[in-house]
């Protein structure tokens, strides 16, 4: 991959920053749900919050705030934006 | 599916436990959760289903009955769902009901401030049925947050009536209540856009759809059924295999069913 | 054409999508749904427009303190304190008005009874059976019901709620639960019936049925004017002048105590008969919306009226009739009520409380609501006392009848933690189509709420406190 190092996972996009989302890892549900929230690979997403205790995170994504939970965030791979490019 | 009146009234009341006369035209209310629907059917129907600002209040399939230009209609809630590739007990029916049971016209109820989330199911229900209402609800919503949506072009994009409403006000309920009037008798016949999937997709489709075609007798899209097996989508490929057993050993003659053995 | 051939071609046709769907590498499903949002994208892109810049500030500002890390959770506690706090300094004096009139009235009915020289049975029982348990259960349920609500509707429509499930995720998660449960433990408050139907946003069945399993442990409709007229009576009473703000930190503290509950038991069962770990969380935070102050207020005192005053006839009512029969048939020296309680006074002394409150919840497993009404009607069919108008004319009926404030106390958690009553079970029973399961939902917090009375009552006695 020509930038493997860019891609990282969605947990640990800093909070305020937008990534793009490259794939999910996930399975079954939990997949599906994410798939119909309109996280699909190529969606920009902005990590908006996090809880008072440091998860869940709220995400922003098509114009909606997403909350999710490290663990699954971690397994949604995502590509930072390189300058220049339309952000959420 | 076309069903005489009196199939349709043993189905609903058996499968969805809603009681529809004869005469009532249907209509069934669907939309992403929180959009206002259940603002929507307390309006219409004067009656007061619980609302609140949090995704999941409605749980349950609601009805009620209104009367508009002296035609009786009976208007039925379904619980908010994202999508009907269904994986959760409201969205199966909600799915369900779409599919099988036939409504005369489906409002779907958009959230104006989130317009590309809410479009995802709208396109899946236009896959579903042609009498679909677009309902953009929140409008005043959108206009506090500085946006602005292009109603006719969207129509125009959409290729069904497009109501721009704000429920809880009561501001765009009279069009929507004729536009459904139109809809639910033939008067105004939308042609919802069809999706063109990715070459992949399209390719695997063609290659199912002769398979599915006599499947329904035409009732339920065979593209639709094509995209859930493509899907591997087992809860639906279950209520289908149900409502077929339904549609026919109930309805038709024992004889016919008893053929195949 | 026939069913068999029909679902003959649907297995065909899923067997050759198998196929398909396998000589493709890429996945269909996800595909398909890229390819929808692609047209969504598009569509967006020719009807969208902003006009000047996108404005989230708003929502920025509260989220940021809503949960925020320092004040996230004080903020939460200070609205339930503060819900409770209106609610009961709100609900006084309206229930005093509205006892002192029906109770006034009752009066005017023997009257009228009397004239019509009609004998002293048909009296009892819809005097004194039925009319005083309406009367009972209007004054003191109603009042609090209807300012609790509209406050509780607010909140729902301003879009806090999902803000709770927000802040305390990570709690429900150390007890491999979903933080939605606390999304259907406050419509729990509402009904506990109501509460287990909303237990279907939890998407992982082993977590919804955590959730349907400990509904029960936050106070509904029925149980918390209970809690508020006890705690005014023996707690909020003995310090007159702050006891609203007493009476307000108590009942938050009996609901936080049945949130410690519901998590160690989800925990418990989680560690046990639903072993698993937790699943996922996906929750949409919608955007504030200003509610419609006015029409919610409006409505929702309504709805919760009508709400008390059906449950009142359906059940109080006909409740009131039957004890009241209950009371005045006898079987040689006792009635047949007091015999019930003195069966069961033994066991009712060892947690705690007495023989004819452990009846009263027993009969009130139809509706809460009636548990009060029964007690104190069983009460006054056996003692000296005849009526009572006040809370003080209440807690000398309690006093006289041994009460001290290890019983209140000991009430007040039996009442928060014993068995659901017949329309949760029910419900319980439909959602989950299992007996198991629903007996298990009565089972859990009936052990629960007899051990936590008998281990408070035995400590309490034997460091000679009460
Ligand atoms: N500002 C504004 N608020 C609205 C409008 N329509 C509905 N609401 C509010 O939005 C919230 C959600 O409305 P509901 O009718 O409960 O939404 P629903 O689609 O039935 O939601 P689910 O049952 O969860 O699927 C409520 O608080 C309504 O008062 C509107 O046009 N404008
Ligand atoms: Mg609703």
């Not at chain 3, 400990?214 to 409709?221: A, K, L, S, W």
């Amino acid at each position: 991959m020509k930038n493997a190092e860019r891609i990282n996972s969605l947990s640990d996009l800093s909070l305020g920053s937008a990534c793009q989302i490259v794939s999910l890892e996930l399975s079954g549900l939990l997949r599906r749900r994410i798939l119909d929230l309109g996280i699909v690979p190529g969606t920009l997403i902005r990590s908006i919050r996090r809880g008072p205790s440091g998860d869940p995170t709220a995400y922003l994504v098509r114009g909606t705030l997403i909350a999710l939970r490290s663990e699954d965030a971690s397994q949604i791979l995502v590509r930072k934006l390189s300058n220049g490019e339309e952000c959420v | 599916m076309i069903l005489s009146a009196e199939k349709k009234s043993l189905l609903w009341q058996n499968y969805f436990g809603v009681t529809i006369r004869n005469d009532q035209l249907s209509i069934a209310l669907a939309g992403n959760p929180n959009v206002g629907k259940s603002t929507i059917f307390n309006a219409l129907t004067g009656l007061h289903q619980h609302t609140g600002n949090w995704p999941g209040k409605t749980v349950n399939n609601a009805h009620g009955s209104y009367q508009y230009q002296k035609k009786p209609f009976l208007i039925v809630d379904l619980p908010g769902t994202y999508s009907l590739l269904a994986h959760t007990v409201e969205e199966q029916i909600a799915r369900d009901f779409l599919c099988f049971a036939n409504p005369d016209v489906t409002v779907v109820v958009l959230d104006a401030t989130s317009l590309e989330r809410n479009l995802n199911l709208a396109l899946q229900v236009f896959e579903i049925t042609p009498n679909v209402i677009v309902c953009l609800n929140l409008m005043d919503e959108a206009k506090k947050k500085n946006l602005v949506i292009d109603v006719p072009s969207l129509e125009r994009e959409l290729g069904v009536p497009v109501v721009a409403t704000a429920a809880r006000q009561g501001k765009g309920l009279e069009e929507l209540r004729e536009k459904i009037l139109q809809v639910a008798t033939g008067l105004l016949q939308p042609t919802p856009r069809q999706i063109k999937y990715s070459s992949d997709v399209e390719s695997a489709l063609k290659e199912l759809l002769p398979l599915v075609e006599n499947i329904t007798n035409n009732s339920l899209s065979p593209r639709w059924i094509a995209l859930r097996l493509l899907d591997g989508d087992q809860s639906f490929l279950e209520s289908l295999s149900n409502f077929l057993d339904i549609d026919q050993v109930s309805f038709q003659d024992w004889e016919e069913s008893k053929c195949a053995q | 054409m026939c069913a068999m051939s029909s679902s003959r071609n649907l297995s065909e046709a899923y067997g050759q999508a198998e196929y398909v769907r396998k000589a493709y590498r890429n996945s269909f499903s996800d595909q398909i749904v890229a390819d929808i949002y692609g047209n969504a994208e598009q569509i967006t892109k020719h009807v969208l427009s902003s006009k000047g810049r996108h404005r989230i500030g708003f929502d920025q500002i509260i989220d940021n303190l809503v949960t925020s890390k320092w004040f996230g959770y004080p903020l939460m506690i200070l609205l339930l304190v503060g819900v409770f706090w209106i609610t009961i300094e709100g609900a006084n004096i309206p229930s005093g008005l509205l006892a002192s009139v029906l109770f006034a009235f009752q009066d005017q009915l023997t009257l009228g009874f009397q004239w019509l020289g009609a004998p002293d049975w048909v009296h009892g029982v819809l005097v004194l059976g039925v009319y005083r348990t309406l009367a009972w259960v209007v004054s003191v349920m109603l009042p609090p019901m209807a300012i609790f609500f509209p406050l509780f509707t607010l909140l729902e429509d301003s879009g806090y709620l999902p803000r709770i499930a927000f802040n305390l995720d990570h709690i429900f998660k150390k007890a491999k639960a979903c933080g939605k449960q606390s999304l259907t433990m406050c419509m729990g408050f509402g009904c506990n019936a109501a509460g287990v139907t909303s237990c279907r946003i939890i998407d992982s069945p082993r977590e919804r049925l955590i959730a349907i399993l400990t509904n029960n442990f936050v106070p509904c409709n029925g149980r918390f004017p209970t809690l508020i007229a006890i705690t005014s009576i023996f707690i909020g009473g003995a310090i007159a002048s702050y006891s609203g703000i007493i009476n307000a930190l108590v009942i938050s503290g009996m609901i936080l105590l049945g949130i410690a509950v519901t998590l160690t038991v989800s925990w418990l069962l989680s560690i046990t008969i639903l072993k698993g770990e937790p699943s996922s969380l996906v929750l949409e935070l919608p955007s504030y919306r200003r509610p419609k102050i006015g029409a919610v207020i409006y409505r929702s005192v309504i709805d919760r009226t009508l709400f008390v005053l059906r449950r009142a006839i359906i059940i109080a009512a006909p409740a009131g009739a039957v004890i009241w029969i209950l009371a005045n048939i006898y079987i040689g020296e006792l009635s047949i009520l007091s015999t019930v309680a003195h069966t069961l006074n033994p066991l009712g002394k060892l947690i705690g409380l007495d023989g004819f409150i452990l009846m009263a919840f027993i009969l009130g497993l139809p509706a809460n609501e009636i548990v009060m009404p029964i007690l104190i009607m069983s009460y006054l069919s056996t003692g000296s006392l005849q009526d009572f108008a006040s809370l003080e004319e209440l807690r000398n009926v309690l006093v006289s009848n041994g009460w001290t404030w290890l019983t209140a106390v000991n009430v007040m958690l039996f009442s928060l933690l014993h068995w659901p009553c017949a329309t949760t079970l029910l419900t319980t029973y439909k959602e989950t189509g299992s007996k198991k399961w629903t007996f298990l939902s009565f089972l859990i917090p009936t052990l629960i709420g007899f051990s936590a009375c008998f281990i408070l009552t035995q400590v309490v006695r034997m460091l000679g406190l009460a």
